[in-house]
């Protein structure tokens, strides 16, 4: 790291997992200036999760001198639930090491300056509208669509939580009430339908369904179709296979039904759309308005900008920086 | 209309509908203290449309004596889609007379009072924070149910009016994409699966499905089962009728849903439900909170208080009245 960034604003911005640590130097314009990752130990007592965040901040100040005097903040986030009011990390089902566990006021009393807590995809929303794809607008909605689907809004530079921060939960809500069972509980969540598992799925079933049926999956998964995955059907689409075409357009359609709800009840300024999934969507993004447009009330729903995100796999750095860039 | 309160400040709340325009007078604590009817000339031009709402607010200060004087603003709702800020009426389906219609305006420069427009859902809202059921929480998410579905979010006093004030359309929110088809053009809307015609269509086809099944329907309906309306599906279940109760409840699991979704989305600090169908509904109120939790992720959806709303019919009036209580 070069001495002139060093003596820039510097906030710390960390992403705790359910097996990794990933913790990064971000400087006030929003660029990740130096990163690394470190494993969590997510499942054995409250001072071992405790140790591994620590591990990941140390190694980042050893690695980068003068960054320790420079910072300004250290924002962490993690699956939720956590409440970011107190700072407390509740009891999220992949880091069981932490039952109402005082994250926020351990790493600041550790290294003496404020610190943040939020769940990823709020803070992920956030950067998008500190630095990324969404700055200059008010009423901000944020997906991040992978594995599962995480949702933030951000309201003038300022995350909505809700009554207890548990708001936003969006991947939770459900557009098919008699639909198939998410791992939430709820049946028919987008989460369920659209993310990455719910493609393999659906791409499994056709295959199985229609074996006679040619397709350049049957030999990207040798020959057994029940070793699909999404990035196999990227592959395959990007390829041409007419199959994986039509699972991700049956996937684009559902997310137009739930993007369409989401402008009927927020009509947010713009919709920035990030994640594996969403990156896998990208050839869609142009006909997706029109798409959009057709599963909604609000005639001007092509006006909103649908856009990608700015940050990829390091927005939960960006994130957990993010948290403490702003002053409230 | 006695002199203390002709004293008070008082608002003029206005509620335009397709067929009639009420008009009341509200004073700061929230009471209609005046209110009349007239009939809304809503397929003429636009001038007519305009002498209809004038009527009736010339016959309020006709019948009420002083207030005309003692008047701070003008509080008008309407169906949407309007401009809340610019005080234009856009383009209502049932209000053929305005397009694109400067209303604010106009009463405005009529009465020399300053005049704020919004829809109807929105104003109720406001209302119910202001003077109801919503006062002193935050986050308010507002519902209106009866022939349609309207509903509103207040955040801080604020309505929340999205990127073009066509935000909080939460009866055109889909919990089921593959559903019938809504005089919206969407699928599966909360409105035409909860509403009081769907009340009314779901008890229709249970009532033809199963011809011998008894139910008190079939004599309050005078054998006519297409002329089953949700009123009488009311009237049975308060009768003890068994399969009017079925269909009750079957509209309370799907608006479990729906509030549900809600609460994952917006986790507001309260729920207040109104409109005909939710006094309908009344007794099931007590079980709602745990079928709302059953469909949806936040573990404390149960603290979230499910109000019914303080004003009834004359919610529009009180609305109109809201808009113009407060200063921004």
Not at 32 to 46: E, F, Q, T
Not at 115 to 138: M, P
Not at 189 to 214: D, F, N, W
């Amino acid at each position: 790291m070069a001495t002139s960034e060093a003596a820039d604003l510097l906030f710390v911005g960390v992403d705790v997992g359910g097996t990794k640590v990933a913790a990064g130097l971000v400087n006030s314009q929003g660029e990740i200036v130096a990163n690394l990752r470190k494993p969590m130990v997510a499942d054995g007592d409250a001072a071992a999760g405790l140790a591994s965040v620590i591990a990941a901040i140390d190694a980042l100040f050893a690695a980068n001198a003068n960054a320790r005097e420079a910072i300004r903040g250290i924002g962490i986030c993690a699956p939720g639930p956590l409440d970011p009011k107190t700072g407390i990390v509740i009891n999220p089902p992949n880091l069981k090491c932490w039952r109402n566990f005082p994250l926020a006021a351990e790493i600041s009393q550790r290294y003496g300056v404020a610190v943040k807590i939020d769940n990823d995809a709020n803070a992920a929303a956030l950067a998008e509208v500190r630095w990324g794809a969404g700055r200059g607008y008010k009423n901000v909605f944020y997906a991040c669509i992978g594995t599962g689907i995480g949702t933030g809004i951000v309201f003038d530079e300022r995350i909505y939580h809700g009554r207890t921060g548990a708001a936003a939960e969006g991947g939770h809500v459900s557009i098919d009430y008699r639909g198939p069972v998410c791992g939430c509980g709820k049946r028919g969540c987008i989460e369920i339908l659209a993310a990455g598992p719910a493609i393999a799925r659906r791409t499994r079933a056709k295959l199985s369904e229609q074996p006679a049926r040619e397709s350049a999956l049957r030999a990207l998964a040798r020959g057994n179709v029940d070793a699909v995955t999404s990035e196999m059907v990227d592959a395959a689409n990007l390829a041409g296979d007419t199959l994986a075409h039509e699972v991700l357009r049956e996937t684009v359609e559902l997310l137009a039904v739930w993007l369409g709800n989401t402008v009927d009840f927020l009509e947010p300024d713009v919709m920035i759309v990030g994640g594996g999934v969403a990156a896998m969507l990208r050839p869609f993004f142009p006909e997706l308005p029109d798409h959009v447009a057709a599963h909604c009330v609000n005639s001007r729903s092509r006006e909103i900008p649908l856009l990608a995100a700015h940050y990829g796999a390091d927005s939960g750095i960006a994130g957990g920086a993010a948290l403490c860039s702003v002053d409230r």
